[in-house]
């Protein structure tokens, strides 16, 4: 069963907007991370954070994480086509490494 | 490109057959992990190989068997193919077996069961 949930499923920006990405899950985590997918290939890792942090910076991404809403966002600022891609959500819990994805958020970016 | 490779590309099988699908991690990468991702899904944890060793397994029948060698290369086997295992298999590598040890994924074997 998948854990996290994104939302939207899709999004549809044009370039130089910034992108706004929800994940959400059921119970603690460990730990959570975000990955980027090209067409249906392999995915690429963006960042990670863990439970007891809330923020962090990677280039224009910034995650959030608030554990009391079992939530998570990831902004992309100044979207760029090559943004076009899927973002997954995965996230560790309990004494499991095994990482658990949700269905993804699909992000279109216009030039 | 994330240095780890997979084959074949694409493949077609039918229901009962049994595949053979191959990965090569990254050098010094002792950790293997395979997912199976069905259209529009996210990827599923099949199971993880720890230096040549099985180190945890999702939720998939023991028809899906792996190996990992000591040259940086490892093999996902289902036997008794089933239409539902029509999907994009990936293999990550890392250093490490741990969740933080960040998982560097191959391109994907996309297989078709008819």
């Known amino acids: 069963s998948q854990q996290g949930e994104e939302d939207p499923q899709a999004l549809s920006i044009q370039e130089g907007e910034n992108a706004t990405m929800n994940c959400s899950y059921k119970?603690?985590?460990?730990?959570l991370q975000w990955y980027r997918q090209n067409s249906g290939r392999g995915l690429v890792h963006l960042i990670l954070?863990?439970?007891?942090?809330r923020e962090k910076h990677s280039g224009r991404l910034r995650v959030t994480l608030d554990t009391s809403k079992k939530s998570s966002s990831l902004l992309i600022t100044a979207s760029r086509a090559a943004d076009t891609a899927s973002y997954f959500c995965?996230?560790?819990?309990?004494?499991?490494?095994?990482?658990?994805f949700g269905k993804g958020t699909k992000l279109t970016v216009n030039p | 490109e994330t240095g780890v490779t997979q084959s074949p590309t694409h493949l077609i099988k039918t229901r009962g057959q049994q595949v053979t699908l191959r990965c090569s991690s990254q050098?010094?990468?002792?950790?293997v992990s395979w997912y199976q991702q069905a259209l529009g899904q996210g990827p599923q944890f099949i199971f993880q190989?720890?230096?040549?060793?099985?180190?945890g397994r999702g939720n998939f029948p023991p028809r899906f068997s792996g190996l990992q060698f000591p040259n940086y290369s490892s093999e996902l086997n289902v036997n008794a193919l089933e239409l539902d295992d029509s999907a994009l298999y990936l293999c990550?590598?890392?250093?490490?077996?741990?969740?933080?040890?960040?998982?560097?994924f191959g391109p994907g074997t996309r297989l078709t069961v008819l």
């Open positions: 954070i863990r439970s007891n942090e």
């Open positions: 990550a590598s890392s250093l490490g077996p741990l969740a933080t040890d960040t998982q560097y």
């Open positions: 995965a996230v560790t819990q309990g004494g499991s490494e095994k990482l658990v």
């Open positions: 050098s010094g990468h002792n950790t």
């Open positions: 190989y720890y230096r040549e060793e099985e180190n």
């Open positions: 119970t603690s985590i460990n730990n």
